[in-house]
T-cell receptor
Framework: EDQVTQSPEALRLQEGESSSLNCSYT??????LFWYRQDPGKGPEFLFT???AGEEKEKERLKATLTKKESFLHITAPKPEDSATYLC????????????FGRGTSLIVHP | ETGVTQTPRHLVMGMTNKKSLKCEQH?????MYWYKQSAKKPLELMFV???????ENNSVPSRFSPECPNSSHLFLHLHTLQPEDSALYLC??????????FGSGTRLTVV
């Protein structure tokens, strides 16, 4: 069973159509939750780190939020260049600092 | 360029070949990692090196052999691979309290 579950697996949006991606985790004692963006044929690129419930981070059209059980990546008025796979990962308190990754959400934004 | 460079970007090899993947980072990070990324699966951690010492081997078959001559360079030696080993192999650098930085990956095809 995955410790980190991302949904939906794939998402198609029209340009300008806002939506959210979900990352839920079953582990307790969260140290940090990370969001990465991955373009086809490339390595993941860091977006955000969140540490505590209620925390929010923003970057351009992206906003990441964190609760005690899940994180959302909100995409406001997306553009075609936002098309990518978005990966979520977590690290645990008292455990390894090496993150556990989810399977990702593949986002396609149509012009 | 992310600061982590992987070569080659693409590699096609036969099952009896021997080849090596190379990773180089100049970010001053103490830890380096090899990951395997297959379609529809989470990133799979393969090996971890801290200060040139291997600290984790995630039950990886012996046909994959890592080498870390110094804290800036990491190799993955490949021999007698199977078709199911075809994947994107990612190198990352980081450490405790340090954000992961990934390379662009090597797309490996075993024929």
């Amino acid at each position: 069973e995955d410790q980190v579950t991302q949904s939906p697996e794939a998402l198609r949006l029209q340009e300008g159509e806002s939506s959210s991606l979900n990352c839920s985790y079953t582990v307790s004692g969260l140290r940090g939750l990370f969001w990465y963006r991955q373009d086809p044929g490339k390595g993941p690129e860091f977006l955000f780190t969140l540490y505590s419930a209620g925390e929010e981070k923003e970057k351009e059209r992206l906003k990441a939020t964190l609760t005690k059980k899940e994180s959302f990546l909100h995409i406001t008025a997306p553009k075609p260049e936002d098309s990518a796979t978005y990966l979520c990962a977590v690290t645990l308190k008292g455990g390894s600092y090496i993150p556990t990754f989810g399977r990702g959400t593949s986002l396609i934004v149509h012009p | 360029e992310t600061g982590v460079t992987q070569t080659p970007r693409h590699l096609v090899m036969g099952m009896t070949n021997k080849k090596s993947l190379k990773c180089e980072q100049h970010l001053g990070h103490n830890a380096m990692y090899w990951y395997k990324q297959s379609a529809k699966k989470p990133l799979e951690l393969m090996f971890v090196y801290n200060f040139k010492e291997q600290t984790e081997n995630n039950s990886v078959p012996s046909r994959f052999s890592p080498e870390c001559p110094n804290s800036s360079h990491l190799f993955l030696h490949l021999h007698t691979l199977q078709p199911e080993d075809s994947a994107l192999y990612l190198c990352a650098s980081g450490g405790e309290g340090v954000r992961y930085t990934f390379g662009s990956g090597t797309r490996l095809t075993v024929v």
